[in-house]
């Protein structure tokens, strides 16, 4: 059974991607608002007890970080690299830009990647972390 444990609303319009970071200790969101909000985990702050297992659960998160002005469109989808130091972001501008980040509060693109004839929907890294893989509005997967 899912619990609600925290909830955020720190954009201004559709949220349309959520990803954790593979240690699991930060959220990223992206939408509409062309923005991208970085949220860390912090313990103990909210303490809720789950009935059925008889344990104690503990979650709140704060934002910490915001990727502003990076797209001249929505940001539709993110993702976090398997290392946990990139963010790649997929733009209705047909662009994905990549994302270094240099502390927990701090980013920085270290690259923006064209191609796409029109809307990117979807980015994902492959395990490794070698590849990156696009798709979009143009029916294409492209493979980076």
Known sequence: MLKLLDSIQEHTGIIWSLAWNPKGNLLASCGQDKTVNIYHVLDGNRKVVDKLSNTLQQLSLAIIAKIEHSHKRTI???AWSPCGNFLALASFDATVSIWEMKSKKKFECITTVEGHESEVKSVSW???GEYL????????VMIW
């Open 76 to 78: 539709r989808d993110i």
């Open 126 to 128: 492959s395990p490794s």
């Open 133 to 140: 893989a696009t798709c979009g509005r143009d029916k294409q």
